[in-house]
C-alpha cells in the first residue's frame, strides 16, 4: 500500500493548517484552517476530485477557517467534526466574516452550507469511510477538540494531534499522554521550545496582580480568546473566590452559552455554571463607557487586542497607571498584543501611544509543552515516522532534530508544498 501525505498549510507555521493523506486514489484532509489577517489566507489548493473528506479537529480558525471554502468547491466532499466543534465554528467563521469577508473566496452561504452539511461524530466513535477507519480522541484544547487517528486498509495508523494539552485546566480534563499505536504521528510544536511553570503558580499569581490592581483603583483588563480562554479566566476567579465585580464582553458571551449546551465536554459542570453566572454580562456596547468609571475585572476579547472588545477598552485605559492590561494568551508576531508587551505601545486613531498602565502576561496556554510532548513520544512503540508542524519554524525544526537525536525516532520538519510518499520507503516531493 502507498500513502502519500501532503502539508499543504500549518508547515513551519501557526495557522491554516491542512495536511492531505491519499491511499488507493482517495484523500482526506486533516484541518483545513486559514491566516487570519493574511493575503494569503488558504492553504494549498488540492484536487478535490478524489477528495472525499475533511476532518476537522476543532474550532479554531486556523484549523476549521478553510472548509467554506470546500462546501462551495467541491460539495461532495464530506465534513466531519465533534458537534460542539461545529457550533463554535459557526460563531467563530460568522464573526471572521463579518470582519474580514473581501479577503477570502467564499461567504457566508458558503459557510452555513458547511455547517449543514456536516457529520457530528462523537469521541471514540469509529465512522468509516471506504478504506479509511476515523476516530476523534479528546484533545484538552479546547471544548469539543480531538486529535484524530486514522486506520488506512486497516493497516497504517496515523496520529495527528491538532492542537494538544495535556495538562488539566479548571475548563478541560487534560488529553492522555499516551499516543496509540500508529505508524505515522503527526505532531504540534507551538511550545515544543519551552515548559509551562507550574499552573497553580500561574494562577496565584494572576489572582493577586488582579487585585492589586483593583485595591489601587484600577481597570484591570484581561484580554481574552473567546473560546476557553475567558470561560478558563472567569472559572480562576471562582476558584480563588475573586471578591471584586467580573464583567464579561464580545463574543465571549454567546460562546461561553454555547458550551453550556454541551456539559459533557466539560471538566467541572458545577463550576463552570457558577463562574459564568458570576460575571457581569455587557448586552450593550452603550455600557461600556459606564464599565471604565469604577475599579473592576473586564474580561473581553480579543486576545491578541486584534479588534473586539479588549480593543475598545485598552484605549482608554493605557494612560492610567493605576490601571492595567493581563494578557493570558501567546501574542503573534505583529499582533497589537505583541506591540503592547514588547515595546508597551498601543495604537490609538493614527499615533503609537506610550502605556502607562501595568502590563503583565500569564501563561495559562492550551498547548501542551516541551516536557510533556516528549514524554508522549517517548511512550511511543515501535519506530513511527514522526513529522512536526503548527510552530515556528524554529520551533518545528529544532523539535524534530531533539526527537531524532534525544529519543531516536526518525522525525521531520516539513514545508508547506511538501509530499511525502510512504511504502517500503520514504521518497519526498515538491507539490506541482
Not at 487517528?149 to 493497516?155: E, G, H, Q, S, V
Request: aromatic letters at 10%; proline letters at 5%.
Amino acid at each position: 500500500m502507498n500513502v502519500k501525505i501532503a502539508f499543504l498549510g500549518g508547515a513551519r507555521e501557526v495557522g491554516a493548517s491542512a495536511v492531505e493523506v491519499t491511499a488507493n486514489g482517495e484523500s482526506i484532509l486533516l484541518d483545513f484552517g486559514v491566516r487570519l489577517r493574511s493575503e494569503n489566507p488558504l492553504p494549498l489548493i488540492i484536487n478535490g476530485d478524489k477528495l472525499k473528506a475533511a476532518i476537522i479537529t476543532h474550532a479554531h480558525l486556523d484549523h476549521s477557517g478553510a472548509i467554506p471554502f470546500l462546501a462551495k468547491k467541491y460539495p461532495h466532499v464530506k465534513i466531519i467534526s465533534s458537534d460542539l466543534t461545529m457550533e463554535l465554528f459557526k460563531i467563530l467563521i460568522n464573526d471572521m466574516l463579518n470582519l474580514y469577508r473581501k479577503r477570502y473566496p467564499f461567504g457566508f452561504k458558503d459557510a452555513k452550507k458547511a455547517y449543514k452539511k456536516a457529520k457530528r461524530i462523537a469521541f471514540y466513535e469509529t465512522y468509516v469511510l471506504n478504506d479509511f477507519q476515523i476516530e476523534l480522541l479528546h484533545a484538552g484544547h479546547i471544548p469539543g477538540s480531538g486529535s484524530i487517528y486514522l486506520t488506512i486498509d486497516k493497516d497504517l495508523k496515523i496520529w495527528y494531534s491538532g492542537d494538544i494539552n495535556t495538562y488539566r485546566t479548571l475548563l478541560l480534563n487534560p488529553a492522555s499522554k499516551i499516543i496509540p499505536e500508529s505508524d505515522i504521528i503527526i505532531i504540534e510544536s507551538t511550545y515544543a521550545l519551552r515548559n509551562h511553570p507550574p499552573r497553580e503558580d500561574v494562577e496565584r499569581e494572576f489572582i493577586e496582580s488582579l487585585k492589586e490592581c483593583i485595591e489601587r483603583g484600577g481597570i484591570a483588563l484581561v484580554p481574552a480568546f473567546s473560546v476557553a480562554r475567558a470561560q478558563e479566566v472567569l472559572s480562576i476567579l471562582t476558584k480563588y473566590n475573586f471578591p471584586y465585580p467580573i464583567v464579561l464582553d464580545g463574543m465571549a458571551r454567546r460562546i461561553s452559552e454555547t458550551i453550556l449546551r454541551y456539559p459533557e465536554y466539560i471538566r467541572d459542570v458545577a463550576l463552570y455554571k457558577k463562574a459564568i453566572n458570576r460575571a457581569y454580562w455587557i448586552e450593550d456596547p452603550k455600557e461600556r463607557k459606564h464599565m471604565i468609571v469604577e475599579p473592576k475585572v473586564i474580561v473581553s476579547p480579543a486576545g491578541m487586542l486584534q479588534g473586539g472588545s479588549a480593543e475598545y477598552y485598552a484605549k482608554h485605559i493605557y494612560s492610567d497607571e493605576n490601571s492595567g492590561i493581563f494578557l493570558v494568551g501567546y501574542q503573534i508576531p505583529g499582533t497589537s498584543g505583541y506591540r503592547l508587551l514588547n515595546e508597551r505601545k498601543i495604537r490609538v486613531g493614527n499615533k503609537l501611544k506610550k502605556v502607562k498602565a501595568e502590563i503583565k502576561s500569564f501563561e495559562l496556554s492550551s498547548h501542551t509543552d516541551r516536557r510533556h510532548l516528549f514524554e508522549m513520544l517517548k511512550k511511543v512503540n515501535g519506530s513511527p515516522l514522526v513529522f512536526v508542524m503548527h510552530g515556528d519554524p524554529e520551533s518545528c525544526i529544532q523539535f524534530a532534530y531533539d526527537i531524532k537525536n534525544e529519543i531516536g525516532l526518525n522525525a521531520i520538519a516539513p514545508q508547506n508544498g511538501q509530499f511525502f510518499s510512504i511504502s517500503k520507503g520514504i521518497f519526498q516531493g515538491d507539490l506541482q
